[in-house]
Nanobody, 128 residues
């Protein structure tokens, strides 16, 4: 079973930056896409970003496009989410997710998929 450990959350002011890390179990990044979902209090869970396994293609929801950057270090089996120009509406628990979606399949609608593996989540709070 794939294991995911999210970390890096914390308290930041509006306009600030934060980097989240997702440490995956060995070999996960070789054939698993890895992404981030978030859930704010009282709101539905929503997709944030993901990166494919084979090509490293990245995907973002419109709400974070241009502000967040997802990247990976395959040697470390770690994926990062660099969050810049944070806004209060970014406040949420952020979850690292993984699944064996291929590059072509992700393109069809990655944000709507039911991802198989989930980490424990890390809380990001953006103060106004």
């Amino acid at each position: 079973e794939v294991q995911l450990q999210a970390s890096g959350g914390g308290l930041v002011k509006t306009g600030g930056s934060l980097r989240l890390s997702c440490a995956a179990s060995e070999f996960t990044s070789e054939d698993h896409a890895i992404g981030w979902f978030r859930q704010a209090p009282g709101k539905e869970r929503e997709a944030v970003s993901c990166i494919s396994a084979k090509t490293g293609t990245t995907y973002y929801k419109d709400a974070v496009q241009g502000r967040f950057t997802i990247s990976r270090d395959k040697a470390k089996n770690t994926v990062y989410l660099e969050m810049n120009n944070l806004k209060p509406e970014d406040t949420a628990v952020y979850y690292c997710v993984a699944d064996r979606w291929g590059d072509s399949y992700l393109r069809l609608g990655w944000a709507l998929f039911e991802w198989r593996f989930w980490g424990q989540g890390t809380l990001v709070t953006v103060s106004s």
